[in-house]
């Protein structure tokens, strides 16, 4: 097979997921205002796991009780049906694939302008947060998924903790050990409940892409820890931070994909394919150094299933993380294993599902015919609508 790292099995505890594809979480806008799972979304995973994805992660889990319309809630035991009928969807149409989902405790935000920092927490809010991971990943669980990424990257509460922006005067802000010491917490508390066979993995920022924030230096001191810990994989992602955010209109909060940090999370189409890899090959070699085999898995504009797999052969990466990819075009991964590489519909990086939210829309794919709320079943380049980049370099 041309493409052997890539289409090879990983197995994580008690999981074997069937190749190195990993969908990393993506934000739909497909769930009720209320946060509960639609039939619409069930359809988005299916279709996706049908093209023969390692492993799903499901969108970022809104894990407390506070508004935050349009997101996937795992805030309370009335959402756990709803979830586990998108375990089963998936398992329906694909019975290999390994299906976690992303769990995410998220800052506060008003019209007025305000965020919440994690100065804003009282030293006594700090168990409850704790909880709220242990309660949401107890609902995981019950609703029947194979693993649970927390979600410690770009502008939540984890990552603010993690971050050299957390000026916190005591225990849990400040030096790096301080800064850990919350999310090192929450992942414990969530390992005890999940116990030993089952796998618990993480997603942080390789790099914050901020004056204020983390580099590769703090990531891969986090994530060496993390790996000591008995963590079960490390996603790397980067960037979306609020520090360098524009100053939001009246009346808007502030937005964290505004600033140069927001822009580097999903690259834009300017950006070099593989934009993240050496964050997540410094951060792999960190934690190799330190004698540990935790899987790293590395996302950003990678499009080419030779390029995937050269990540793979080179050791930078050990699972390749594909969202707009995928989204574009789900079956990139049989196509590429049956070697039907002219058969790919390319992702673009234009960007057309990340800025879905402020057209209203839920998340689509500027490529897919007009309206579709999936891609078509088969999706070939000839059916394709064209998007029109403005080629540079
Ligand atoms: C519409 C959209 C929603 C996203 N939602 C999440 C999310 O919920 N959690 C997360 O960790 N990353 C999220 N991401 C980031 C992606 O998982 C991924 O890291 C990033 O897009 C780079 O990979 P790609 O070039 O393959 O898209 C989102 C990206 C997009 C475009």
Same mark, same amino acid.
């Given at each position: 097979?041309?493409?052997?790292?890539?289409?090879?099995?990983?197995?994580?505890?008690?999981?074997?997921?069937?190749?190195?594809?990993?969908?990393?979480?993506?934000?739909?806008?497909?769930?009720?205002?209320?946060?509960?799972?639609?039939?619409?979304?069930?359809?988005?995973?299916?279709?996706?796991?049908?093209?023969?994805?390692?492993?799903?992660?499901?969108?970022?889990?809104?894990?407390?009780?506070?508004?935050?319309?349009?997101?996937?809630?795992?805030?309370?035991?009335?959402?756990?049906?709803?979830?586990?009928?998108?375990?089963?969807?998936?398992?329906?149409?694909?019975?290999?694939?390994?299906?976690?989902?992303?769990?995410?405790?998220?800052?506060?935000?008003?019209?007025?302008?305000?965020?919440?920092?994690?100065?804003?927490?009282?030293?006594?809010?700090?168990?409850?947060?704790?909880?709220?991971?242990?309660?949401?990943?107890?609902?995981?669980?019950?609703?029947?998924?194979?693993?649970?990424?927390?979600?410690?990257?770009?502008?939540?509460?984890?990552?603010?903790?993690?971050?050299?922006?957390?000026?916190?005067?005591?225990?849990?802000?400040?030096?790096?050990?301080?800064?850990?010491?919350?999310?090192?917490?929450?992942?414990?508390?969530?390992?005890?409940?999940?116990?030993?066979?089952?796998?618990?993995?993480?997603?942080?920022?390789?790099?914050?892409?901020?004056?204020?924030?983390?580099?590769?230096?703090?990531?891969?001191?986090?994530?060496?820890?993390?790996?000591?810990?008995?963590? %079960?994989?490390?996603? !790397?992602?980067?960037?979306?931070?609020?520090? $360098? /955010?524009?100053?939001? @209109?009246?009346? +808007?909060? *502030?937005?964290?994909?505004?600033?140069?940090?927001?822009?580097?999370?999903?690259?834009?189409?300017?950006?070099? %394919?593989?934009?993240? !890899?050496?964050?997540?090959?410094?951060?792999? $070699? /960190?934690?190799?150094? @330190?004698?540990? +085999?935790? *899987?790293?898995?590395?996302?950003?504009?990678?499009?080419?299933?030779?390029?995937?797999?050269?990540?793979?052969?080179?050791?930078?990466?050990?699972?390749?993380?594909?969202?707009?990819?995928?989204?574009?075009?789900?079956?990139?991964?049989?196509?590429?294993?049956?070697?039907?590489?002219?058969?790919?519909?390319?992702?673009?990086?234009?960007?057309?599902?990340?800025?879905?939210?402020?057209?209203?829309?839920?998340?689509?794919?500027?490529?897919?015919?007009?309206?579709?709320?999936?891609?078509?079943?088969?999706?070939?380049?000839?059916?394709?609508?064209?998007?029109?980049?403005?080629?540079?370099?």
């Amino acid at each position: 097979m041309k493409y052997e790292k890539l289409f090879s099995k990983i197995a994580m505890r008690n999981v074997t997921f069937p190749n190195r594809v990993m969908r990393t979480s993506m934000v739909s806008g497909l769930t009720t205002q209320e946060g509960a799972v639609t039939e619409n979304l069930i359809q988005r995973y299916q279709r996706e796991a049908k093209g023969g994805v390692g492993a799903i992660v499901v969108e970022a889990a809104v894990i407390i009780p506070s508004k935050s319309p349009f997101n996937l809630r795992i805030s309370s035991d009335e959402f756990v049906p709803g979830l586990a009928g998108v375990v089963q969807g998936i398992q329906d149409v694909n019975k290999e694939v390994g299906i976690g989902i992303q769990i995410m405790q998220h800052l506060k935000l008003a019209k007025s302008g305000w965020r919440q920092k994690v100065e804003d927490f009282k030293r006594e809010d700090l168990p409850q947060i704790v909880e709220n991971h242990v309660a949401a990943a107890k609902r995981a669980v019950d609703a029947g998924f194979h693993f649970i990424e927390l979600h410690m990257a770009h502008a939540y509460v984890l990552s603010s903790f993690l971050s050299r922006s957390n000026t916190r005067a005591d225990e849990y802000g400040g030096t790096l050990k301080n800064r850990m010491r919350l999310p090192m917490e929450v992942y414990q508390a969530v390992r005890g409940l999940v116990g030993e066979n089952y796998p618990l993995g993480i997603r942080i920022n390789g790099e914050d892409f901020c004056v204020s924030g983390n580099t590769l230096a703090q990531s891969a001191a986090i994530a060496r820890k993390f790996a000591e810990s008995g963590v %079960d994989y490390i996603s !790397v992602s980067a960037g979306s931070r609020f520090e $360098d /955010a524009l100053t939001p @209109a009246p009346e +808007n909060p *502030p937005d964290p994909m505004s600033g140069y940090s927001g822009h580097r999370m999903s690259p834009w189409h300017w950006w070099p %394919d593989g934009t993240h !890899v050496y964050l997540a090959e410094g951060i792999r $070699d /960190a934690v190799r150094a @330190a004698g540990f +085999n935790t *899987p790293i898995i590395t996302a950003g504009k990678i499009r080419e299933p030779s390029h995937a797999e050269r990540i793979l052969q080179q050791e930078k990466a050990d699972m390749i993380g594909l969202c707009r990819a995928l989204l574009c075009d789900p079956d990139w991964p049989v196509k590429a294993k049956e070697g039907r590489e002219k058969e790919l519909v390319r992702c673009m990086a234009c960007n057309w599902c990340l800025e879905a939210d402020s057209r209203y829309e839920k998340v689509n794919c500027n490529r897919w015919p007009e309206g579709n709320l999936n891609a078509p079943d088969p999706f070939l380049p000839s059916g394709a609508r064209t998007v029109k980049i403005k080629k540079e370099g």
